[in-house]
């Protein structure tokens, strides 16, 4: 069974920059691909990044692009979003997740992803 665990987060001013790690245990990462969701209090789980077993391509966000940039160690067990020029808008908790490798597609929507973190917070200040 895979685990994945997300750090990270923290409280940090517009403007600021945060990266998020996602560690994974118990599976070989580069038999997934990856992706980071995020979701706000009262509204639903959004895709924000992902990223192919191989990194060689990579789906992103209309909200996040240019911002954000997404990467991944398979030999680490370890995958990462680094988040910059951070808005009070990017107040989420953060969320990786795995889906296995059965096509090349970068799905969007959470019920295509197979194992979840718990979830790290971000909060950005105005």
């Known amino acids: 069974q895979v685990q994945l665990v997300e750090s990270g987060g923290g409280l940090v001013q517009a403007g600021d920059s945060l990266r998020l790690s996602c560690a994974a245990s118990?599976?070989?990462?580069?038999?997934?691909?990856m992706g980071w969701f995020r979701q706000a209090p009262g509204k639903e789980r959004e895709f924000v990044f992902g990223?192919?077993?191989?990194?060689?391509?990579?789906n992103v966000a209309d909200a996040v692009k240019g911002r954000f940039t997404i990467s991944r160690d398979n030999n680490k067990n370890m995958g990462y979003l680094l988040m910059t020029s951070l808005k009070p808008e990017d107040t989420a908790a953060y969320y990786c997740?795995?889906?296995?490798?059965?096509?090349?597609?970068?799905?969007?929507?959470?019920?295509?992803?197979?194992?979840w973190g718990q979830g790290t917070q971000v909060t950005v200040s105005s």
């Open positions: 990223i192919t077993w191989n990194g060689g391509r990579t």
């Open positions: 997740a795995l889906r296995r490798k059965l096509d090349t597609t970068i799905p969007i929507t959470p019920n295509a992803y197979d194992y």
């Open positions: 118990g599976g070989t990462l580069s038999s997934y691909h």
